[in-house]
């Protein structure tokens, strides 16, 4: 089963994945597709004022080449990646709890002490690729305000089920979530 997704003036065939046995989502992976990346990116800036932040974040791991991507596009010299572990080269990193529905159970999101300093008192865009529970989305702005620096906005690519209602966030486009039979769920 897939789903025809439209996004950023692209079309892609997502796989439609269980996640429960009552819930099924389209899996939106960018990794590997060049193409998808730029443009998401490109489009993704279009929501936002750049001089409207300093910095932007993301969690690791699907959000890197994006961000990445929209730091070339918009000039900027850095961006901030949320690590998903505490590495060795991070300076007495700081965590917070993050509960995601593609993760299971509770994982920790880690800036090095480095990087919470560079956040410090700025102004933070947030983005991921995909919002659903807003689990993600809640754990990047808990390490920012723990850093000491203010979210100014959210972006993603893609808004999945109830994440579409949500007042908080820009996004590119709807994703709905599924039932077993691949019918999109009510």
Do not use: W
Not at 69 to 75: H, K, L, N, V
Not at 86 to 100: C, F, L, Q, R, T
Not at 114 to 129: H, N, Q, S, W
Not at 163 to 175: E, H, M, N, S, V
């Amino acid at each position: 089963m897939h789903y025809t997704l439209e996004v950023a003036g692209l079309k892609r065939d997502l796989p439609i994945c269980k996640v429960t046995d009552g819930l099924y989502i389209g899996a939106f992976v960018v990794f590997g597709d060049a193409e998808l990346t730029v443009a998401c990116a490109r489009e993704l800036l279009k929501l936002v004022d750049v001089s409207s932040f300093d910095y932007m974040l993301t969690a690791e791991a699907k959000g890197i080449p994006l961000i990445h991507e929209m730091a070339r596009q918009s000039g900027a010299k850095k961006y901030i990646l949320a690590r998903k572990g505490a590495k060795v080269y991070m300076p007495d990193p700081i965590h917070v709890e993050d509960e995601s529905i593609t993760t299971a159970g509770k994982q920790k999101l880690y800036l090095g002490r480095d990087d919470a300093e560079l956040i410090r008192g700025k102004r933070v865009l947030i983005m991921d690729d995909v919002i659903s529970t807003g689990g993600s989305l809640h754990a990047m702005e808990a390490l920012v305000n723990l850093a000491g620096g203010t979210v100014v906005d959210r972006v993603a690519v893609l808004a999945e089920g109830d994440a579409q209602k949500r007042t908080d966030i820009k996004f590119l486009a709807p994703l709905p979530v599924f039932n077993a039979d691949g019918s999109v769920k009510e």
